[in-house]
């Protein structure tokens, strides 16, 4: 991997990992718009402030956008999640792994 490709992902997971910005993202996945208030019930726990800042970087970073019905992922953003998905098995095969060691120990 490049230098350059380093980089990136750097620059990727920087953002993602603020808090709730993977939240907002997986929040939108199914496509639909959703107003503020909304998005603020779909990702649960997190403050109004907080979503907008988290909002106007996933927006800057032209994952997210904004139109007449509400937030929505642009076509990158789509293209992030569809690729996150992929940990969905992995969490899955994972957390069976970690339950596997839990009960060894005991």
Same mark, same amino acid.
């Given at each position: 991997?490049?230098?350059?490709?380093? =980089? =990136?992902?750097?620059?990727? @997971?920087?953002? #993602?990992?603020?808090?709730?910005?993977?939240?907002?993202?997986? =929040?939108?996945?199914?496509?639909?718009?959703? %107003?503020?208030? @909304?998005?603020?019930?779909?990702?649960?726990?997190? %403050?109004?402030? %907080? #979503?907008? %800042?988290?909002?106007?970087?996933?927006?800057?970073?032209?994952?997210?956008?904004?139109?007449?019905?509400?937030?929505?992922?642009?076509?990158?953003?789509?293209? #992030?999640?569809?690729?996150?998905?992929? @940990?969905?098995?992995?969490?899955?095969?994972?957390? =069976?792994?970690?339950?596997?060691?839990?009960?060894?120990?005991?």
């Amino acid at each position: 991997m490049s230098s350059k490709d380093n =980089a =990136a992902i750097h620059q990727l @997971l920087g953002l #993602l990992e603020s808090r709730y910005a993977i939240r907002v993202l997986w =929040a939108l996945k199914d496509g639909h718009p959703q %107003t503020f208030r @909304l998005l603020q019930d779909s990702v649960g726990g997190i %403050t109004p402030n %907080t #979503l907008n %800042t988290r909002l106007k970087e996933l927006r800057a970073a032209t994952l997210v956008t904004h139109g007449s019905e509400g937030y929505f992922l642009t076509p990158q953003g789509s293209d #992030l999640v569809k690729r996150m998905n992929e @940990l969905g098995a992995f969490a899955s095969k994972w957390a =069976a792994n970690q339950m596997k060691k839990v009960s060894q120990v005991k």
